[in-house]
C-alpha cells in the first residue's frame, strides 16, 4: 500500500473540506501529511484517546463506533475520501468514540499543530470544519437517542457540546 504525492493532492482536491482551496495551498497541505498504515481490526483511535489528529482515508474502510453497556453502536462506515477524527483541529477534548480498520488501510494524517501553522493559507477551511463537526455530532446524538444508548448520566459534556 503506497500513495503517490500526486494522488494526495487529487484526495485534498476532491475532499470536501479542502476542495475549494487554490493548488498552492492544496499542494502546502500535502505537504504536511503524514501517510499512515493500518491493518484489519486495527485501532486507529480509542475513546479517551487525546484528540491531536484529522485523518483522510485514502484506500480501505474505517468503522466509528461506540461501546455502551457492552454494547458496540455502529456510528459511521467510512470509505475513501472521508474524514474523520476532525474535532481535533478545533477543540481539545477527548476522543467520544473510536476508529477501527474495517479492512487494510492506508490514511493521510494532518497534525493540530501544521493545522493551525496553516490556517491563513487555507481560507473557508475553519468554517467548513466546524459545519462537519457538528453535523456528525449531530448525527452521532440522533443515532444514540434513536437506540438504547441514551442515559444523560453516561453523556459526556464537551465545553458546552453533549455527546452520548
Known amino acids: 500500500m503506497h500513495i503517490t504525492r500526486q494522488e494526495i493532492l487529487e484526495l485534498l482536491g476532491q475532499t470536501p473540506l479542502f476542495a475549494h482551496l487554490q493548488p498552492d495551498s492544496l499542494n502546502r497541505l500535502a505537504g504536511v501529511m503524514g501517510v499512515q498504515v493500518f491493518k484489519k481490526g486495527e485501532i486507529i483511535f480509542e ?12 484506500e480501505g ?20 475520501g472521508e474524514i474523520f477524527g476532525e474535532e481535533a483541529l478545533l477543540f481539545d477534548d477527548p476522543r467520544y468514540y473510536q476508529a477501527v ?39 452521532f446524538n440522533c443515532l444514540l437517542y434513536t437506540s438504547d444508548a441514551a442515559d444523560e448520566e453516561d453523556s459526556v459534556d464537551l465545553g458546552g457540546r453533549r455527546i452520548i
Not at 47 to 58: H, Y
Not at 63 to 72: G, S, Y
Not at 117 to 139: F, N, T, Y
Open 47 to 58: 475513546v479517551g484517546n487525546p484528540s491531536e489528529v484529522l485523518f483522510l482515508l485514502c
Open 101 to 139: 480498520a474495517l479492512t487494510d488501510c492506508v490514511v493521510l494524517s494532518l497534525d493540530v499543530e501544521d493545522f493551525l501553522a496553516l490556517c491563513a493559507a487555507m481560507p473557508g477551511v475553519e468554517p467548513r470544519l466546524e459545519i462537519l463537526i457538528e453535523s456528525r455530532e449531530m448525527s
Open 61 to 80: 474502510k474505517v468503522e466509528l463506533d461506540r461501546v455502551h453497556d457492552q454494547q458496540k453502536y455502529e456510528l459511521a462506515v467510512l470509505n475513501r
